[in-house]
């Protein structure tokens, strides 16, 4: 047995368990409004809406989340591309994906990688917002998994990737 093994039954039967229930489809619905929130153009919005709040310190948080961005985009890219793990409707013929993914493999979630980095920056310049931001992203990660295009691991490292590309981004900055 590999060491991986546990990880990857914990993963499949948490899979199985979101994904084939009563309620999947209206959980979809839902799951597919929250994912699309991650999507980009929202970063986009957030940054000029700081900008426009306090130009001084909105330029700040887009430098911030920018340079954030520069180093999570590469680094995601390799690991997607190094790990190629397939989806759970790829692993499974019991589970099925409500959407169709952008790009092939699952590990780690792009879409989480992002709400955690912007969630991160967010509760560093506007700390305000923190707990709504991190709930946000909290739940675009929820969202991958209810719609069946990543596993928790997936997720979990995601929200990893992205929370430390964050915090080195603000480390350079400061």
């Not at 039954?9 to 409004?33: E, I, N, Y």
């Not at 397939?86 to 879409?111: K, N, V, W």
């Not at 909290?138 to 928790?152: A, E, N, P």
Request: contains cysteine; charged residues 15%.
């Amino acid at each position: 047995m590999r060491a991986i093994d546990p990880i990857i039954r914990f993963d499949l039967a948490f899979s199985s368990f979101c994904l084939t229930h009563r309620f999947q489809q209206p959980v979809g619905k839902l799951s597919r409004v929250i994912s699309h929130t991650g999507d980009g153009p929202l970063y986009l919005l957030v940054g000029l809406v700081a900008w426009w709040v306090n130009s001084a310190l909105g330029i700040e948080f887009i430098k911030a989340a920018l340079l954030a961005f520069a180093l999570e985009l590469p680094m995601y890219w390799i690991l997607k591309n190094g790990f190629k793990r397939r989806r759970p409707f790829e692993r499974s013929d019991h589970l099925t994906s409500i959407i169709q993914p952008a790009d092939q493999y699952s590990l780690p979630s792009g879409h989480t990688a992002a709400a955690f980095l912007m969630a991160t920056v967010i509760g560093v310049y506007y700390p305000a917002f923190n707990l709504a931001a991190l709930v946000w992203a909290g739940l675009i990660s929820c969202s991958r998994i209810l719609l069946g295009v990543h596993f928790f691991t997936d997720v979990v490292l995601g929200a990893a990737l992205g929370i430390s590309c964050a915090k080195f981004a603000l480390l350079l900055l400061s």
